[in-house]
C-alpha cells in the first residue's frame, strides 16, 4: 500500500466548497468519482482543507492510499481524462505513510483578487470582486501588517464557527497593485472560518474611512466580529499554496 499526495487546482465557481454536501456538488465529490474509476475502488480521499462555495484553488493538495501499481504520471493522465475541465491535476507523488495532507501542512496561503476599475469586467464576475472605490494599495499594505504575528482571531471568524481554539499565527500579508488589479495575500499557520475573507473586508472598511487608521490592533485585540469588517464575497479567493 502506498499514499499517493496529488495536487489539483480548480475553478470552484460551479461547487459548493470542497467537502462532501448532501444536497450540494462538492469539488470533493467530483474527484472521488474519477478517483473509483481509475482505481476500480471508491477510495478515501482526504484534503488540506475546506473551502467555501464559489472559492478557488490554484494549489489543492491531497491524499489516497492505493495498491495499484499505476506510475505517478500515469496518475495524473488517467484522473484528469475523467475530471470536468474546471479541476486538473498538476502533480502526483508518493508520501510518508504517516502523511496527511491538512495535519502535516506548516502554513497555507491564500490571495483575494480585488478587481479595481470603475466598468465591470464580464469575464471576472466569477474570479475576482468588483470593487469601484479607489483602493491605495500603499497605505492598506501598511496598515495590514497589524495582523502579523500570532493572536486570537475570534473577532475575524464566522460565528457559524464551532472552533474552540481561535488562536492563529500569521507569518506574511501584502497588498499589492498590478494595473486595476489588487492582490491580498496572506500565509498563516492556519485559518479560521471566513478569516481571509473579513480580513479583506475590514481592510476595504479601512480604505473607506469606516475603520479608522490605526485602529486595527485595537479591534483584533477586542475579538469583536462586530467591530471587524463584511465578510466579502467568496469568488476573489483562492487557496494560491500549501507548505509541507
Not at 23 to 46: C, T, Y
Request: charged share 25%.
Amino acid at each position: 500500500m502506498k499514499r499517493l499526495l496529488i495536487t489539483i487546482s480548480y475553478d470552484g465557481s460551479a461547487y459548493h466548497g470542497w467537502q462532501v454536501q448532501a444536497n450540494a456538488l462538492a469539488v470533493q465529490e467530483v474527484f472521488q468519482n474519477a478517483v473509483e474509476k481509475v482505481f476500480n475502488q471508491r477510495l478515501d480521499v482526504k484534503g488540506c482543507s475546506r473551502t467555501d462555495s464559489g472559492v478557488h484553488a490554484n494549489m489543492y493538495c491531497l491524499s489516497i492510499d492505493t495498491d495499484m501499481n499505476i506510475s505517478n504520471e500515469n496518475v495524473i493522465l488517467a484522473l484528469n481524462s475523467y475530471l470536468p475541465k474546471d479541476i486538473a491535476v498538476i502533480a502526483c507523488e508518493e508520501a510518508e505513510g504517516d502523511f496527511h495532507p491538512r495535519y502535516s501542512c506548516k502554513s497555507k496561503e491564500y490571495v483575494y483578487k480585488i478587481y479595481n476599475g470603475a466598468v465591470r469586467n464580464p469575464f471576472l464576475e466569477k474570479y475576482a470582486f468588483h470593487y469601484r472605490y479607489p483602493i491605495d494599495t500603499e497605505f492598506l499594505n501598511r496598515e495590514a501588517q497589524a495582523f502579523l504575528g500570532t493572536h486570537d482571531f475570534s473577532g475575524f471568524c464566522s460565528i457559524k464557527s464551532d472552533v474552540e481554539d481561535t488562536v492563529r499565527t500569521i507569518n506574511n500579508i501584502s497588498v499589492t497593485r498590478e494595473g486595476d488589479m489588487v492582490y491580498v495575500k496572506v500565509e498563516a499557520d492556519g485559518f479560521l472560518y471566513n478569516m481571509v475573507r473579513i480580513i479583506v473586508g475590514t481592510l476595504l472598511f479601512i480604505n473607506e474611512g469606516k475603520v479608522k487608521p490605526g485602529e486595527l490592533e485595537d479591534i483584533i485585540e477586542s475579538k469583536n466580529r462586530s467591530r471587524a469588517g463584511k465578510t466579502a464575497q467568496p469568488q476573489g479567493l483562492y487557496l494560491n499554496k500549501v507548505n509541507y
